[in-house]
Every structure is written in C-alpha cells, then in structure tokens.
C-alpha cells in the first residue's frame, strides 16, 4: 500500500520561483519541481478501508480557500543537515484546515502526528552536505519570497518508497469553498439614525 498524506500544491509560478533556488549546494538532491507540496498530514501507509474513511471524513470539511505565500528558506537539522526548505508566511486559515484534517486522522484511530505543524516546501535532501556550504547557501538566499497565491483547494497524495521525494499520485481533490468577499459599508449606514419625535 503507498504512504498518504495531505497536501497544499503549489501553483506553477510559485514553483518556478522556487526552482530558481536549485544549485550551488554540493551533496544535495533537489527535488523535482512538480513533486512541490506543503505537506499538511503524513498519514502514513493504512489498509483501504481506513483510507476510504479518511477520504470520506476529509470530502465533509468545509472551509474557506485562502492566500499564502512562500517566504525565507532555512534546514532541517542544525549540527548535520538532511534537508533545505522554503517557508510559508503564516495563516490563520491554513492553521485551521490543518488542525481539523489531524483531529480527523485520530477520530479514526491514527495516532497523533509527533511533530509541530511546521509548514514549508521541501527543496533538497542532504547526504553529504557540509554544515559550512549550507550555511553559505542559505546566507545568499535568505530574502526568498514568492508572491501571494490562493489555495483553492488540499489533495490526498500517494507516494511509493523513492530516493529523493516522489513521485506523488494524486488520490483525491478536496475543494474549498469560496471566500465571501465582505462588501464595502455603504456610506448610507454611517449616516445617524433620524429622530421619530
């Protein structure tokens, strides 16, 4: 059975700003840029029937899309580094679809995911990469930042035991609805209420 886990894509022009990033750190394996994703939920491998009920509970969520943008890069792994990722500046929205996506995982029976929410892109892998040549990497890339794009939607993505991060199959396509524009007060309602005397 393939590993699952939710996912944010990202749009095509984010991914090219992100693929101008590749290069210029020996050891590391860059990912393709279509396997991009924000990881929202590892799932992990399940038997069919435990992922048609997280198919099932995760098609009933109904929220909001929402905007997001990439921002910053950093490393996982301080005194040896395994991999190099793209931020994402902070949302309330993107928050709340993923803790309600973890509180579904253990509804079902999953144990909970160990790890801090912490949303990002993977860029690279890191085998043999010298703490020094990280650093000088990230130090010339720190001002990274994409413009802002809306989330229309997060999928279900199946990944098989791969060196390196993908392929991913999309499993399933989970839309949000449409975010109400609020409509501007008209300056009619800001007038005072007349007097009935």
Known sequence: MPRLFTALEIPRNAAMSLSLLRGGLPGARWIDVENYHITLRFIGDVDGRTADEIVDRL???D???FQIRLDGIGAFGSKKPHSVWAGVSPSPEMYALQAEIERICQRIGLPPDPRKFTPHVTLARLKSSRVDDVVHYLAGRGNFQTSAFTVPRFVLLSSRESVG???YLTEEIFPLHEALS???V????LQPAKSLA
Do not use: Q, T, Y
């Open 165 to 167: 991060g993908g392929p």
């Open 59 to 61: 098609d009933r969520i």
């Open 186 to 189: 008209s300056s009619s309602f």
């Open 182 to 184: 609020v409509p501007s």
């Open 63 to 65: 929220r909001p899309e």
